[in-house]
Each structure stands twice: as C-alpha cells, then as structure tokens.
Nanobody, 122 residues
Framework: QVQLVESGGGLVQTGGSLRLSCAAS????????MGWFRQAPGKQREFVAT????????YYADSVKGRFTISRDNAENTVALQMNSLKPEATAVYYC???????????????WGQGPQVTVSS
C-alpha cells in the first residue's frame, strides 16, 4: 500500500508559476511510474504528466507541454510538477498517482493522493 501526500497548491496569477510536490510512503517508490492528473470544476479528471520509474522518460498532455515539467527523486520518494506560464484553464484539483506501468490512462493508476487546489486568476 502506497500513501501519497501532495503539497504546494494555491492561488497564482496568470503567467505565474507553482510547484506541486508529492511524497510517497509505505511502498517501493521506484517500482512505480508516477503521474499527475487534474480535475477542473464541472469536468472529468484528465491526464497531465507522467514519469517513468527511472526518471528517464516523461510524457505530457499537449495542453501543458513546454510549460510543465515532471520530475522525481527516488532517494527521497518524491515527485514534483513544476508549472510555469500558468493559464486560468489550469485551475483544478491536482492529483498525484502511482502506476505499475508507464501510462496515461487513469485506470492504470492504483494509488492516488488527495489533491491540492490550484487556482489561476486572470
């Protein structure tokens, strides 16, 4: 059983930056690919980014490519999402999740965090 605890959400103006962190405990962190998903008000939860267990491969949703960066530290059991040039449409609850495969589908992720709120004001 892996527990995931996110931190770093908050309010930022359009064009600003935020960094989300996710700390894992209770399992072998480096066995899992880690992903970030988000759910905006009134919308389905969607994929944002994922990183391979090795940290050597990452994949992003087209909507965030070039502005968001996912990274991980297997020694510290953490994964981060650096979000730059934020737009109002990025306003959502952001979830950290763990998967046994390097995947973008939510169904492939077995452990989920609670999700910090990110609000981007226009």
């Amino acid at each position: 059983q892996v527990q995931l605890v996110e931190s770093g959400g908050g309010l930022v103006q359009t064009g600003g930056s935020l960094r989300l962190s996710c700390a894992a405990s209770g399992g072998t962190f480096r066995r899992y690919a880690m992903g970030w998903f988000r759910q905006a008000p009134g919308k389905q939860r969607e994929f944002v980014a994922t990183i391979h267990w090795s940290g050597k491969m990452a994949y992003y949703a087209d909507s965030v490519k070039g502005r968001f960066t996912i990274s991980r530290d297997n020694a510290e059991n953490t994964v981060a999402l650096q979000m730059n040039s934020l737009k109002p449409e990025a306003t959502a609850v952001y979830y950290c999740a763990a998967s046994a495969t390097f995947a973008t589908r939510q169904d492939d992720y077995v452990y989920w965090g609670q999700g910090p709120q990110v609000t981007v004001s226009s």
